[in-house]
C-alpha cells in the first residue's frame, strides 16, 4: 500500500515540478536503500525550511572566500535557495577518506562545489531518529555548496547560526 502511495505522490511531484510548480530537487545517488531514505528525508526537510525568511538569513550571515554574502551569491545568479538546492548531487562519498577514517563527518563538500559527499551509514545511524538535526547537516553544506568556507567560521559556529536560523 505505502509504495502505491509514494508511487502516486512521485507522479504528481514529477508533474507539478514539470508545470513549475514545484522546487526542483536535489540528486541523490547512494548504494544503500536505508541511508538514501534518511539523507532523502533531511534534503526534503532542510529544502522546507530554507522556505521561510527566517532560515533564508542564514545567507546573509555568511560570505564566500571573496566576501561576498552569500544571499548576494544566488541573487546573483538570479536563483532562489529551493532552485539552487535542485541542482546539487549528494553522492555516497564511503569510499572517501574522509568518510573511511574515524571521526565525526557525516557530509562534506568543498566550498563552491554542487556535490556533497555524504558518509552513507555513518549519516543513517547518527541522524536516525534526529530529523532535525539531519536537516541542519544538509542546510550547513547546502551553504559550503553556494562558497561558504571554513577556519574561520568553524564547522560548529556554522552549524550553530545554521540551527539558530532554521531549527524552530
Same mark, same amino acid.
Request: charged share 5%; hydrophobic share 25%.
Given at each position: 500500500m505505502w509504495r502505491r502511495t509514494l508511487a502516486t505522490i512521485i507522479v504528481l511531484f514529477t508533474q507539478l515540478q514539470a508545470a513549475g510548480l514545484a522546487a526542483p530537487v536535489a540528486r541523490c545517488y547512494m548504494r544503500d536503500t536505508s541511508a538514501r531514505f534518511y539523507i532523502e528525508q533531511a534534503i526534503a526537510g532542510a529544502l522546507g525550511r530554507l522556505q521561510s525568511s527566517g532560515c533564508q538569513q542564514v545567507l546573509s550571515d555568511f560570505a564566500n572566500g571573496d566576501g561576498v554574502v552569500l544571499r548576494a551569491v544566488l541573487d546573483e545568479g538570479r536563483t532562489t535557495p529551493a532552485e539552487f538546492m535542485g541542482g546539487l548531487s549528494f553522492v555516497d562519498g564511503s569510499d572517501?577518506?574522509?568518510?573511511r577514517r574515524g571521526g565525526a563527518v557525516a557530509a562534506f563538500t568543498s566550498p563552491g562545489s554542487r556535490v556533497i559527499f555524504v558518509c552513507a551509514d555513518r549519516f543513517a545511524s547518527r541522524f536516525r531518529g534526529q530529523q532535525r538535526a539531519a536537516e541542519m547537516l544538509v542546510?550547513?553544506?547546502?551553504?559550503?555548496?553556494i562558497g561558504l568556507g571554513e577556519r =574561520? =567560521? +568553524? +564547522?560548529s559556529e556554522i552549524t550553530a547560526q545554521v540551527t539558530r536560523r532554521c531549527g524552530s
Open positions: 572517501t577518506p574522509q568518510c542546510i550547513h553544506e547546502v551553504l559550503h555548496a =574561520p =567560521p +568553524s +564547522s
